[in-house]
Structure formats: C-alpha cells, structure tokens
C-alpha cells in the first residue's frame, strides 16, 4: 500500500484546499478529482491549452524536474506568467513532492 501525499491548493485570496492523494498522476489530476476551484483543465491534462497553470511555491520550485519546451511555450504566452509558473498537468506526483503548495492564478487564459 503507498502512502498518500498531501497537495496545499492556494487560491489568489490566500484560501488553502489541502487534499490527501496517492503518489500518482499529476497535480491537475489530483485538483480535478478533489473539485478545487481554479484549476479548469479543458484539455484533460494533454499539455495544449494552459488552463492548469499554477504558481509553485518558491520552496518547492527547485524541486521539480525542468519543464519540457511545449509546456514552455504555453507558459510563455501566459499574461499572468511568473517565474514560478508551470502547468499542473506536467508537475508529476511523487512521494518527494509531499507538502507541494501551489496557488492558482486570477483567472485561467
């Protein structure tokens, strides 16, 4: 049996979904199971709309894996990017990803 690990949701007024989920999938995938608001994913996780973007935590940022240059690129043209941001479609869930906090923008484009 794996032991769950937990995901801090932030929304842009400071609220925080903290959900319990099995090391497995991906950070969209757990915000979409756990209906946390913010997180529209209109491509299902296929890495073509940008509508998980995120911000990762600054703590947690050096943490994951370098982005591939399609999530680049979408990230990119985001008006709202910041240094922090990647899509949560790509953010694979991990045991050394327990305690991952992200915040979700404004609006999704």
């Known amino acids: 049996?794996?032991?769950?690990?937990?995901?801090?949701?932030?929304?842009?007024?400071?609220?925080?979904?903290?959900?319990?989920?099995?090391p497995r999938g991906t950070v969209m995938e757990a915000a979409v199971m756990n209906n946390v608001g913010g997180i529209i994913a209109e491509c299902g996780g296929g890495c073509s709309c940008a509508t998980c973007?995120?911000?990762?935590d600054p703590e947690w940022f050096?943490?994951?894996?370098?982005?591939?240059?399609?999530?680049?690129?979408?990230?990119?043209?985001?008006?709202?990017a910041r240094p922090c941001s990647r899509?949560?479609?790509?953010?694979q869930l991990v045991p050394e990803l327990d305690g991952l906090t992200v915040q979700t923008p404004d609006q999704q484009n």
């Open 1 to 22: 049996m794996t032991d769950k690990i937990q995901i801090t949701f932030r929304d842009p007024a400071g609220q925080e979904n903290t959900v319990s989920v099995e």
């Open 53 to 56: 973007h995120v911000y990762v």
């Open 62 to 80: 050096a943490a994951l894996p370098e982005p591939d240059p399609t999530e680049s690129e979408l990230v990119e043209f985001l008006e709202d």
């Open 87 to 91: 899509l949560s479609c790509q953010i």
